[in-house]
Each structure stands twice: as structure tokens, then as C-alpha cells.
């Protein structure tokens, strides 16, 4: 069977990109990196997409909590690292939040890897995870899917994962290598590794009929943009027309770096051609135009009488929508050679440090794709329609008007992001309560305060208390209310504000459940396991029925104290439980992502330390209990685990399996102490058949 051409797609919605296309199966995991950040957007509308959730953080409430809980605790990671000057934000401690320290730059890649059993998809983008940057900026993103049937090139991804690996490496101090977000974060990468190696080709087929696609990723000494896209022009001469699409330049006064350097990778001799894409404003009472560029773009291209600069305005209030302003966030160069067109898009703007042609590189990140008129002329006309097209500006009277860059594409001045000197933040479990251990890593700033919550002055630990301690390079605080902390606030004197340290979770494990999934009933658990519908839709009427017995009314057949009568209940009770195994035997036999996701299965709220408990619990004898421990005990020995690409081995999961049966056998036997000899000869027979 051939394989299916699948180098790259675009579309409209970066959202639906999100989506899981038909047969893509369960979520493994993803990683991702932006510059600004809003985590309630990502979690409800990015990762709601990615986990395919149901409910709503709105309207659903609990059963939202619910629905976020089980799926999140089902992957192997969710991970998304952002700039130090915007990671910020309270959010679930179920998914990690990495800030990323660039010295003299920042972190400005916009990189989605979605990985689902199936599946592996890539995302380069000019937007933010912000609602401004998916919903409301004019933007570009493309698309690179990796499965079974589909030959799109392992150089590519390899080179995103490298980048991503690297990246890692600024995000904490000396020691955060081992701190276990950064271990999750590599591990995830090296399952993408794993899980592709049959998922594409080594190489783009020789020819120009396949579109090509390649990764242009700047920062940590690389070649600028610019210079990658010099030694991956395919002809012989180099492209004769460029056309760029940025909102961001750099500042006037000075020769500008990008727009000479642009020149000099373009066709020496004969007609060549520049043209910005701008955007602009009327100047009030005059014939003139504000335009949102420096002069120095004009000015830098060669002298020669056939080197043409054009100017293009863009508009940000495109189609009949004219009163709703869709700012222009897209970042591209469009390039036109004899045969070959190619366009980069992604996260640089046309600035030194966005193309990476300084020594202070951002860590960005792009597409290029290449495309052939004569071996393929109907995507060589897509690719042309990516690049936007304005109206020629033909007005003289010009005034250059650069728009301001802070906050939106380079660092704001008035941010505070967190020094270097401050590590990982871990949150642990430890017996009925938790603990936050801290990370120094150097020379933190004199007279430094961690806040207890945003917002407030009351002070979780300071400078004063570490010093007495010995200044410890690592330090643990008792946490002990209820919810984990997702960050906290640090200042120090002469500090514009207080920055952000997120804090991270050692293991999901540490994490309590939500209060409607501690200590579920057995005849909840039998509704759940015996049930294909999501655990949020099962449980939403038993949480109403808890509800109205809070509220003084009949808690209704969940509750176990509501006695009822129980003759022959053991064989009733038997038949329905036995469904229930059987169900909870489908449940682990599904491939699991991560021994964190093993554990749930084993050991969190609908698992099989909870089943094993609810018996020991709500049964009527210690017979009783005896049997239906053994019971659950036999279902979990003819669990056979099936693995994936990116999944736990089949051994992995039997040796974890094999211990809690051995718990489950221990507790049985202690039960089986008072029960009838028949009773003990049985379960004395089951445990010796395995």
C-alpha cells in the first residue's frame, strides 16, 4: 500500500487544528511554547479540543472537574513553556508550566507537538496561546501530521524536538535537569522520537512534484533564518522577489540588519523586488499616510536602478467587518525564484533578534515550504495565496510611524519575570498534607519575599529565613491547606513588581482528587465501570442525589447505609460486581501512556485500589468481602495490557498489575480467616491457579 502524501496542511481555524482527526485514538500528550500566555484559554479551549472534553468549566462545574481529572490523569503530559515575562496564572496543578530564561532575549517560538496514539501532529504558528492570538489576530500556522500511512519527513520533526530539548535547558537553574517538569517534558519528546520512527521518511523524495517542508529555528548559536533559507533554496540562482508580512520591525535611526540582509539573498543582477506588507493610518486632516515601518527598509536595499522596494498596506479590518479590528500578528516571506516559490511563516518578525542575525538570538520558530511551479503548479498556487496581498501605497507623502514592539513581540518593560537564581517550585504530597520544595540555583536578589497568594503581603518564607538556614540550595515549606498552590509571587526591593514562580507537581499522585471522586460508593464505582459513557456523565446523578441528601433529602440507592433486605444480596451483589470487573478489565487493557496513568488505573478514585476499599468497606461479612477481594483479584489476573506506539510495554504494566493483586490476595486471605472451609478452600485454589 502506498503511503499517503501528508507533508503539510493549513486551514482557518487554529483551534480545529487542535481536533483529533478521524482514527487518531486516545491522547498520549503534548508540549508546547509561546511567548504570551493565558492558561484558562489553553486549558478550556486548546486542551479541551486536544482531550475532546465534554462539559463545560462554566456551566458543568464538577462534572467539568471530573471530566479535566480523569483525562488529564490518562496521558503521559501536558506541558507548556512560556516566556518568563508572561508565565504566570493560577491553573491546574495537572498539567506543568515551564518559564523560559533566555539571557538578553526571549523565548518567542509558537510550537505545538499533539501527540495521540495514532497521531503525531506538529504546529508552527505566529499566535500566542492567548484569545487575542486564536481568536482575534490575523495569523498564519501550519500543520505537519505524522501516522502510519503518511511519509512527512522525521528531519523535520526531529529538528522541532531538538529545539524543544534545548529549550528545556533554560528553564530553571543548575540542578532543574533533574527536577522532575523537566524530566516529563524530555521524556515526552523521546516517546515523539520512539512512536515515529515508521510514521515517515527519512528524506523528501527526489523530484519537484512533493511540496517540501522544513523547520527554520533560531537561538543557541544556529544560522539566522535568512541563512537557512539560503542553503535550502533548491535552484541555482537565488529567489528574485521576497515579499514580508510582519508587524514588528526594528527601531529607526539605525541601518536596518533584516532588510539588508533580505537583499543580500536575493538575485544579484537583473530586476529584483521587495515588497513589505503594512499596515497604516490616515494622518488626520492631510493627504498623507502613518506607516507602520521604519524609513531604514526603504533606504537599504542596493543602488542599482533594477533593485525595486514596493510598499503594500494590509488592512485590520479586512472583509465587510469594518468596525471589528483584527490587529495584524502574521510574521512571513514570500519568495519567488525561476521555478521554485517558498514561503517561511511562523513566530519571527522582521527584526535582528527575530531573524536570529545578532548575537542575542530569540528562540523562534518557522516553516518553510518549498514548492516547484513546474513539478506542481496547483500547490505552488496555494502557497502563493498563503502570502497576503494588500493595496499598493502609491501616496508620496509618507510618514514612518514604527508600531511599539513591548508586551506583544519582545519583552515588556514593566513585566517582572522571575531571576534565574530561582529554580524549580515542587508541590509534594506527604501523609494527610503537602509540602512546596524551592530551588536556589545562584545569587537570588538581595532581600527577596515569597508571598503566600497573589495579591497580598502575607509571606510564605524570605531572605532572612533562608540565611538562617544556612542558605540551603534546596528547601522545603509545609503546605497545609487543602488545594495545591499553582505559583507564587516573589519581590524584592527595587523591583518594578512582583514576578511569578509557578509551581509543578513531583507526580500526579500527589494530587488529591476532586471532592466528588473521594471515597465513591461501591455502587457508584459498579455505575462506572459497567458504563461506556464518561465518568462525568455516570456520576452526574449521583452528585445530584448527593446534593439533596446534604440538602436533607433521600440519598437514593448510592448510599450504603440505606439498608435494604439481603436475602440472597451475595449473589446479587456478586453478578453486579462481577460486571463491574469486568469492566474495570477493559478499562487497563487499553494501552497506557505513562506509569503516572497506570497508577490512576491502579490506584486513583475509579481504580482498582478503590473498588478493592469500597468492598472491604461496604460489605455485609467478612466472607463476603473474602470473596469479592478474590473476585477482583482473578479479573485483574486475566488482564491482558496491550501497548502503543509512545505506550508502556506489556511487562511494565503485568509487574505493576502483579502487585496489586498481591495487596488484594493479602487482604483477602486476612478476611478468609473467619470465613467456612469451603469458602477458604476456594480462595486458596484461585491464588494457586495463578
Known amino acids: 500500500m502506498a503511503k499517503k502524501r501528508k507533508a503539510v496542511t493549513t486551514g482557518n481555524k487554529l483551534l480545529d487544528a487542535w481536533k483529533p482527526p478521524e482514527g487518531a485514538g486516545?491522547?498520549?500528550?503534548?508540549?508546547?511554547?509561546?511567548?504570551?500566555f493565558s492558561p484558562?484559554?489553553?486549558?478550556?479551549?486548546?486542551?479541551?479540543?486536544?482531550l475532546?472534553?465534554?462539559?463545560?468549566?462554566?456551566?458543568?462545574?464538577?462534572?467539568?472537574?471530573?471530566?479535566?481529572?480523569?483525562?488529564?490523569?490518562d496521558v503521559r503530559c501536558v506541558s507548556v513553556m512560556v516566556d518568563a515575562y508572561h508565565c504566570k496564572g493560577n491553573r491546574s496543578l495537572r498539567w506543568d508550566l515551564l518559564p523560559a530564561r533566555v539571557l538578553q532575549a526571549i523565548l518567542h517560538a509558537k510550537i505545538s507537538i499533539l501527540h495521540w496514539q495514532h497521531l503525531i501532529r506538529v504546529i508552527v504558528a505566529s499566535a500566542n496561546l492567548t484569545e487575542d492570538g486564536y481568536r482575534r489576530n490575523q495569523e498564519i500556522f501550519g500543520v505537519v501530521d505524522y501516522a502510519e500511512d503518511h511519509d512527512s519527513p522525521l528531519s523535520f520533526l526531529d529538528e522541532i524536538t531538538g529545539f524543544l530539548a534545548d529549550a528545556a535547558n533554560v528553564t530553571g537553574g543548575r540542578g532543574a535537569e533533574n527536577s522532575p517538569v523537566h524530566l516529563r517534558w524530555l521524556n515526552f519528546l523521546d516517546g515523539i522520537f520512539d512512536a515515529s520512527r515508521n510514521w515517515g521518511s527519512v528524506d523528501f523524495q527526489p523530484g519537484k512534484k512533493e511540496p517540501r517542508v522544513f523547520a527554520v529555528l533560531t537561538g543557541f548559536g544556529r544560522p539566522s533564518a535568512l541563512e537557512q533559507v539560503q542553503s535550502m533554496w533548491p535552484e541555482g540562482t537565488p529567489p528574485k522577489d521576497a515579499i514580508v508580512t510582519s508587524p514588528f520591525f526594528d527601531p529607526p535611526g539605525v541601518p536596518n540588519q533584516?532588510?539588508?540582509?533580505?537583499?543580500?539573498?536575493?538575485?544579484?543582477?537583473?530586476?529584483?523586488?521587495?515588497?513589505?506588507?503594512?499596515?497604516?493610518?490616515?494622518?488626520?486632516?492631510?493627504?498623507?499616510?502613518?506607516?507602520?515601518?521604519?524609513?531604514?527598509?526603504?533606504?537599504?536595499?542596493?543602488?542599482?536602478?533594477?533593485?525595486?522596494t514596493y510598499l503594500s498596506r494590509i488592512s485590520e479590518t479586512p472583509g465587510d467587518e469594518e468596525t471589528v479590528v483584527r490587529p495584524v500578528h502574521f510574521k512571513s516571506i514570500w519568495f519567488n525564484g525561476n521555478d521554485w516559490v517558498g514561503h517561511l511563516i511562523g513566530s519571527s518578525n522582521f527584526t535582528t533578534k527575530g531573524l536570529g542575525l545578532g548575537k542575542s538570538q530569540n528562540l523562534e520558530a518557522n516553516l518553510f515550504y518549498l514548492v516547484s511551479r513546474s513539478g506542481n503548479s496547483k500547490a505552488a498556487n496555494q502557497l502563493r495565496k498563503g502570502a497576503p496581498e494588500g493595496d499598493p501605497i502609491t501616496n508620496g507623502d509618507l510618514r514612518w510611524k514604527p508600531q511599539p514592539v513591548e508586551g506583544e513581540d519582545e519583552a515588556d518593560p514593566d513585566a517582572v519575570p522571575l531571576p534565574a537564581a530561582f529554580g524549580t517550585a515542587i508541590y509534594k504530597h506527604k501523609g494527610e498534607s503537602g509540602a512546596v520544595e524551592f530551588q536556589i540555583a545562584g545569587e537570588p536578589p538581595k532581600g527577596w519575599q515569597i508571598?503566600?497568594?497573589?495579591?497580598?503581603?502575607e509571606i510564605l518564607f524570605d531572605a532572612q529565613s533562608?540565611?538562617?538556614?544556612?542558605?540551603?540550595?534546596?528547601?522545603?515549606?509545609?503546605?497545609?491547606?487543602?488545594?495545591?498552590?499553582?505559583?507564587?509571587?516573589?519581590?524584592?526591593p527595587g523591583a518594578l513588581g512582583r514576578a511569578w514562580w509557578p509551581v509543578n507537581v513531583d507526580r500526579p499522585s500527589s494530587l488529591p482528587p476532586p471532592d466528588e471522586l473521594k471515597d465513591l460508593?461501591?455502587?457508584?464505582?459498579?455505575?462506572?465501570?459497567?458504563?461506556?459513557?464518561?465518568?462525568?456523565?455516570?456520576?452526574?446523578?449521583?452528585?445530584k442525589r448527593q446534593q439533596r441528601g446534604k440538602a436533607g433529602g433521600d440519598n437514593g440507592p448510592y448510599d450504603p447505609h440505606k439498608r435494604v433486605d439481603t436475602s440472597a444480596f451475595l449473589l446479587q451483589k456478586t453478578y453486579r460486581v462481577s460486571a463491574a470487573l469486568a469492566g474495570l478489565r477493559n478499562k487497563l487493557e487499553r494501552p497506557v501512556p505513562s506509569e503516572d496513568a497506570l497508577d490512576w488505573r491502579l490506584t486513583g478514585p475509579v481504580g482498582v485500589a478503590a473498588v478493592s476499599n469500597a468492598i472491604t468497606k461496604e460489605a455485609q461479612s467478612a466472607e463476603e468481602r473474602a470473596f469479592?477481594?478474590?473476585e477482583l483479584a482473578l479479573e485483574l489476573r486475566r488482564v491482558k495490557p496491550k501497548s502503543a506506539p509512545g505506550c508502556l510495554n506489556e511487562g511494565a504494566i503485568k509487574e505493576k498489575l502483579n502487585q496489586a493483586i498481591e495487596e488484594i490476595r493479602n487482604k483477602a486471605f486476612e478476611h478468609a480467616s473467619k470465613a467456612p472451609l469451603s469458602l477458604k478452600t476456594y480462595i486458596q485454589s484461585a491464588f494457586q491457579e495463578g
Open 40 to 50: 484558562v484559554f489553553f486549558e478550556e479551549e486548546c486542551l479541551g479540543r486536544f
Open 628 to 630: 469479592l477481594l478474590t
Open 451 to 457: 508571598f503566600v497568594q497573589q495579591d497580598t503581603d
Open 258 to 308: 533584516p532588510a539588508r540582509s533580505l537583499w543580500q539573498i536575493l538575485r544579484q543582477r537583473g530586476e529584483t523586488t521587495v515588497t513589505y506588507n503594512l499596515t497604516a493610518e490616515e494622518v488626520p486632516g492631510e493627504e498623507a499616510l502613518y506607516v507602520h515601518a521604519p524609513k531604514e527598509i526603504w533606504h537599504a536595499k542596493p543602488g542599482r536602478g533594477t533593485a525595486i
Open 521 to 543: 460508593p461501591l455502587e457508584a464505582l459498579i455505575r462506572v465501570l459497567t458504563s461506556a459513557r464518561p465518568l462525568h456523565v455516570i456520576l452526574g446523578p449521583y452528585l
Open 52 to 73: 475532546q472534553m465534554q462539559s463545560d468549566a462554566i456551566e458543568d462545574g464538577p462534572l467539568y472537574l471530573i471530566e479535566r481529572e480523569e483525562k488529564l490523569a
Open 466 to 492: 533562608w540565611f538562617s538556614q544556612g542558605q540551603p540550595a534546596v528547601f522545603e515549606i509545609e503546605w497545609g491547606k487543602p488545594l495545591p498552590p499553582s505559583g507564587f509571587e516573589v519581590g524584592w
Open 26 to 36: 486516545h491522547p498520549v500528550g503534548c508540549v508546547a511554547t509561546t511567548f504570551t
